[in-house]
């Protein structure tokens, strides 16, 4: 997910820091897309990690995103660093 404000010296993601970059999706297309490797991912007991950036800065489509997996037999995971301050 896009957006961290923590900028780690060694962070192999600098292309999610940005919170101005506008990649819009909805929970249902994201779920969509997920579905689409639901043959590979419950077979192999395999499941969703969410990771960025800071996933915590979009708690609101977090919450909605896992509890839309979980619904759907989805398992989940979270990366994050637990920094949820706003600039
Ligand atoms: S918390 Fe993670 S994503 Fe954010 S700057 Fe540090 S290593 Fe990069």
Given at each position: ?87
């Amino acid at each position: 997910m896009q957006g961290c404000h923590l900028k780690c010296k060694y962070c192999q993601n600098r292309d999610t820091w940005s919170t101005s970059t506008n990649n819009l999706i909805s929970v249902s297309e994201l779920v969509e897309k997920i579905n689409r490797y639901e043959k590979y991912i419950k077979p192999s007991n395999g499941g969703v990690t969410i990771s960025g950036g800071e996933p915590l800065l979009q708690i609101e489509f977090l919450i909605s995103l896992f509890e839309e997996l979980k619904s759907l037999g989805y398992h989940t995971a979270l990366d994050t660093s637990r920094n949820v301050y706003n600039k």
